[in-house]
């Protein structure tokens, strides 16, 4: 593994089904986030961790949860999809939450819900 | 509200030079990034600033002010490669990126 990988790569998937992406990075950065991206709009957060054992909300939350058991992984479940949350996924990392810390981005996850 | 403005779209000429403004109100201010994102694909990192002026990065420049709330990308020395949108973001006072909806710049020959 080099950097941030993501799967599934792209997923249609029915309205009430849950589902569960994943990213998995292999820098030891401590922080992660989620992203949507949505034609015409910002990236938006979604949720992220600071590092191992503890996350926080974003500026669009609902209907998301994530876990950060370890560095390594953070992945990002939808209990029940909604068409709404048809997107493009992004997660991605950096070495701390600090000032100058550029964030790498994994190569996102295309969700269409039907 | 937070805020970033950006056009939308530009269109330039290979070889040619372009600049590509950025304006924010944020709570709070610990930097601006510069990403370049290519259709399909995820962002990469750009430029950051954190003081005002220019910071020049080979073809790539950045300049930022931040009693103005402004900045600029620019880009010189145009290829038909640059063809991308280019993001604008903000670290805020919690130390999480605000982003603008980006400008996506067309290159034509």
């Known amino acids: 593994i080099a950097g941030i990988t993501q799967a599934p790569t792209s997923q249609i998937l029915a309205a009430g089904r849950r589902m569960t992406l994943r990213c998995t990075q292999d820098m030891r950065h401590n922080a992660m986030y989620w992203y949507r991206q949505d034609l015409g709009l910002g990236l938006r957060l979604i949720h992220y961790s600071n590092t191992a054992g503890t996350t926080g909300k974003g500026e669009v939350p609902d209907g998301y949860s994530v876990s950060r058991a370890n560095t390594d992984d953070f992945p990002l479940t939808l209990a029940s999809a909604v068409p709404s949350q048809t997107s493009v996924y992004f997660c991605?990392?950096?070495?701390?939450?600090?000032?100058?810390?550029?964030?790498?981005f994994g190569p996102g996850t295309r969700l269409t819900v039907l | 509200g937070q805020n970033i403005d950006q056009p939308t779209e530009m269109t330039a000429t290979e070889g040619a030079i372009v600049q590509i403004n950025c304006t924010y109100q944020t709570s709070g201010f610990n930097g601006l990034f510069w990403y370049q994102q290519h259709a399909g694909e995820a962002p990469t990192f750009l430029s950051y600033n954190v003081l005002d002026g220019l910071e020049e990065k080979g073809r790539f420049s950045s300049f930022l002010s931040r009693s103005k709330g402004y900045s600029y990308l620019l880009l010189k020395e145009l290829q038909m490669k640059d063809s991308a949108s280019y993001l604008c973001?903000?670290?805020?006072?919690?130390?999480?990126?605000?982003w603008g909806a980006g400008t996506k710049l067309i290159i034509k020959p």
């Open positions: 973001a903000v670290k805020d006072s919690n130390y999480q990126l605000i």
């Open positions: 991605a990392s950096s070495g701390t939450s600090g000032a100058y810390n550029e964030q790498f």
